[in-house]
T-cell receptor, first 111, second 113 residues
Framework: GEDVEQSLFLSVREGDSSVINCTYT??????LYWYKQEPGAGLQLLTY?????DMKQDQRLTVLLNKKDKHLSLRIADTQTGDSAIYFC???????????FGAGTQVVVTP | DTGVSQDPRHKITKRGQNVTFRCDPI?????LYWYRQTLGQGPEFLTY????????KSRLLSDRFSAERPKGSFSTLEIQRTEQGDSAMYLC???????????FGPGTRLTVT
């Protein structure tokens, strides 16, 4: 079955770049997403990439997709304390409903 | 532009009681999804609606769970005879049929004692 894996924790200093990695198994994934969750809150859609792209940039966010290795990454430039949160990678396969999420990467930004 | 709203935000109930949650999607979004998130995990898909039709249900949705969207607008998720294992955050999301992005509400946190 489908599986999405992420590293659990990342610590980064304010002003540095953060890179969060994700691997997935479903080769039929059409879209891949990054969501952000702050404590006690729902999920905020940050960005997404279509499976026929290999890079997407959106302000401080850069998404890289290596479809051959089924590897997705999110780079946050100039990380700020407000970026401290849990980041979820998700994939969408053939189904037009279901998203499959990873367990999330907790990012802690230190001054 | 209001986002997805969910009510209540928190619910504490005793084991064996029934609970019902409500989700109001973004206006004009005809697709609505329910997910469940347990501590330290990502959300897991439960079910989704296109307008009033329930089109897909996860095996996670046992017979004690039922979801409805009677008029194609708001949706309710009912859990009967709650168990401690039902304690989780229940998230609702919505999207347009013509778009793939799903937008999430703040969630309802259920605690079963």
């Amino acid at each position: 079955g489908e599986d999405v894996e992420q590293s659990l924790f990342l610590s980064v200093r304010e002003g540095d770049s953060s890179v969060i990695n994700c691997t997935y198994t479903d080769s039929s994934s059409t879209y891949l997403y990054w969501y952000k969750q702050e404590p006690g809150a729902g999920l905020q859609l940050l960005t997404y990439i279509f499976s026929n792209m290999d890079m997407k940039q959106d302000q401080r966010l850069t998404v890289l997709l290596n479809k051959k290795d089924k590897h997705l990454s999110l780079r946050i430039a100039d990380t700020q304390t407000g970026d401290s949160a849990i980041y979820f990678c998700a994939e969408r396969g053939d189904s037009w409903g279901k998203l499959q999420f990873g367990a999330g990467t907790q990012v802690v930004v230190t001054p | 532009d209001t986002g997805v709203s969910q009510d209540p935000r928190h619910k504490i109930t005793k084991r064996g009681q029934n609970v019902t949650f409500r989700c109001d999607p973004i206006s004009e979004h005809n697709r609505l999804y329910w997910y469940r998130q347990t501590l330290g995990q990502g959300p897991e898909f439960l079910t989704y609606f296109q307008n009033e039709a329930q089109l897909e249900k996860s095996r996670l949705l046992s017979d004690r769970f039922s979801a409805e969207r009677p008029k194609g607008s708001f949706s309710t998720l009912e859990i009967q005879r709650t168990e401690q294992g039902d304690s989780a955050m229940y998230l609702c999301a919505s999207s347009l049929e013509t778009r793939h992005e799903q937008y999430f509400g703040p969630g309802t946190r259920l605690t079963v004692t």
